[in-house]
């Protein structure tokens, strides 16, 4: 399935490894944050759109969505809306965090509102992501090479294009295998500050 198809106005509907199902996005802002949750290695799991809620909001009842639940190695969650900036400032969207806040914290839970401030913060790392996640969708069934490529990293910190040499694996393979294990948290990469490619390097 493609990881990066999307529908209509802002619609997104990726394939999400870590989960092992279609995900179901609503804007570009909300596409861009799964994709830093599904390569974060503290997420343990995540649903978008994962609870309605009711709460009084003012002298009024209110109900609302959330965007996202995330649930993290440490047992910890979050219940997550996301918003550009801007919407902040609306009647109605106050209404629905505000019911959002108050929900959780009748019921102990965190609650955390994201904009495009925080989710488009690191842009090299998140420009890299969008183009890893493609990746993905290519079985990774080369054990082998797979050997290969982490002898070679042991005690060395090489780019890809010389891991490709020294492992004499063709480069589109290796390429193939690193994006698989810096998802999979496997190896260390400096991919966060510069563009991925031939000059990335990876380490164990």
Same mark, same amino acid.
């Given at each position: 399935?493609?990881?990066?198809?999307?529908?209509?106005?802002?619609?997104?509907?990726?394939?999400?490894?870590?989960?092992?199902?279609?995900?179901?996005?609503?804007?570009?802002?909300?596409?861009?944050?799964?994709?830093?949750? /599904?390569?974060?290695?503290?997420? @343990?799991?995540?649903?978008?759109?994962? !609870?309605?809620? #009711?709460?009084?909001?003012? %002298?009024? =009842?209110?109900?609302?969505?959330?965007?996202?639940?995330?649930?993290?190695?440490?047992?910890?969650?979050?219940?997550?809306?996301?918003?550009?900036?801007?919407?902040?400032?609306?009647?109605?969207?106050?209404?629905?965090?505000?019911?959002?806040?108050?929900?959780?914290?009748?019921?102990?839970?965190?609650?955390?509102?994201?904009?495009?401030? /925080?989710?488009?913060?690191?842009? @090299?790392?998140?420009?890299?992501?969008? !183009?890893?996640? #493609?990746?993905?969708?290519? %079985?990774? =069934?080369?054990?082998?090479?797979?050997?290969?490529?982490?002898?070679?990293?042991?005690?060395?910190?090489?780019?890809?294009?010389?891991?490709?040499?020294?492992?004499?694996?063709?480069?589109?393979?290796?390429?193939?295998?690193?994006?698989?294990?810096?998802?999979?948290?496997?190896?260390?990469?400096?991919?966060?500050?510069?563009?991925?490619?031939?000059?990335?390097?990876?380490?164990?």
């Amino acid at each position: 399935m493609d990881a990066t198809k999307k529908y209509g106005n802002e619609r997104w509907f990726p394939y999400s490894p870590k989960l092992g199902r279609t995900v179901y996005l609503f804007s570009n802002l909300e596409y861009e944050h799964w994709l830093q949750v /599904e390569f974060n290695p503290n997420v @343990v799991d995540f649903c978008e759109q994962p !609870l309605k809620v #009711k709460s009084k909001y003012k %002298d009024t =009842n209110g109900a609302s969505i959330f965007d996202m639940w995330v649930q993290y190695k440490d047992g910890s969650e979050e219940f997550i809306e996301i918003k550009y900036k801007s919407d902040l400032l609306k009647d109605r969207v106050k209404k629905q965090i505000d019911v959002q806040k108050n929900w959780c914290r009748e019921n102990n839970k965190i609650h955390k509102v994201m904009t495009e401030l /925080e989710i488009q913060q690191g842009s @090299v790392k998140l420009s890299n992501i969008k !183009l890893m996640i #493609k990746y993905l969708d290519h %079985d990774l =069934n080369q054990p082998e090479q797979l050997k290969i490529i982490k002898q070679q990293l042991l005690g060395n910190r090489l780019t890809i294009e010389n891991l490709s040499n020294a492992s004499k694996i063709p480069y589109q393979d290796t390429f193939l295998i690193v994006t698989h294990l810096i998802y999979m948290n496997e190896v260390n990469s400096n991919y966060t500050e510069k563009p991925f490619g031939k000059k990335t390097e990876v380490w164990i």
